[in-house]
Nanobody, 115 residues
Framework: QIQLVESGGGLVQPGGSLRLACKLSGVRSGQYDMAWYRQTPGKQRELVAAITAPGDGNYADFVKGRFTLSRNNAEMTIYLQMNSLKPEDTAVYSC?????????WGQGTLVTVSS
């Protein structure tokens, strides 16, 4: 069974940092297209950062210079290091994997940026 399990969300003060992790299981070891999205109530889900199987990354303009996406191939895990967090970064962050033309999602992890 293919699963994506996120961890690392929580409450942080403005200007603080968090690191999210997303582990992919249930597939053969390898590199896959994966990404982080986020969503707040009343808004559409938006792409935060993505990494392709070969390792090419891209970021939404609103996180460039603050967030860094990395991958541990052996652990089948991607990480999102989030620095200089702002209240507007508050959202449910979900991990996505594109496997053989299908989208798989994790359950999401809540990030709250508040003083």
């Amino acid at each position: 069974q293919i699963q994506l399990v996120e961890s690392g969300g929580g409450l942080v003060q403005p200007g603080g940092s968090l690191r999210l992790a997303c582990k992919l299981s249930g597939v053969r070891s390898g590199q896959y297209d994966m990404a982080w999205y986020r969503q707040t109530p009343g808004k559409q889900r938006e792409l935060v950062a993505a990494i392709t199987a070969p390792g090419d990354g891209n970021y939404a303009d609103f996180v460039k210079g603050r967030f860094t996406l990395s991958r541990n191939n052996a652990e089948m895990t991607i990480y999102l290091q989030m620095n200089s967090l702002k209240p507007e970064d508050t959202a449910v962050y979900s991990c996505n994997a594109k496997l053989w033309g299908m989208d798989y999602w994790g359950q999401g992890t809540l990030v709250t940026v508040s003083s």
